[in-house]
């Protein structure tokens, strides 16, 4: 079994920053592969950002340039660096992980943009 704890959400301004974190516990490979999804109100969960275990990235087009995904294998932790945060960009995001045997989900964090 895998646990995921986010961190790191919160009410900023329009134009502000946050650091989002997921530390992993439990039975996590090391080849699992991380990331972030978000979820508005009346809204699919759409992807965000994602990382391999080696490090190559994905970010969704509407983040390209402000949002920045990095991981700590050594502390299974992936972090969600978000800048020139929008109201858009509202919404409760998930921790997701990703390996043989399971897809794991951690319980969100609400970010909310707003002046």
């Known amino acids: 079994q895998v646990q995921l704890v986010e961190s790191g959400g919160g009410l900023v301004q329009p134009g502000g920053s946050l650091r989002l974190s997921c530390a992993a516990s439990g039975s996590i490979f090391s080849f699992a592969a991380m990331g972030w999804y978000r979820q508005a109100p009346g809204k699919q969960r759409d992807l965000v950002a994602s990382?391999?275990?080696?490090?190559?990235?994905n970010y969704a087009d509407s983040v390209k340039g402000r949002f920045t995904i990095s991981r700590d294998n050594a502390k299974n932790t992936v972090y969600l660096q978000m800048n020139s945060l929008k109201p858009g960009d509202t919404a409760v995001y998930y921790c997701n992980l990703r390996q043989i045997g399971g897809v794991y989900w951690g319980q969100g964090t609400q970010v909310t943009v707003s002046s």
């Open positions: 990382i391999t275990s080696a490090g190559s990235t």
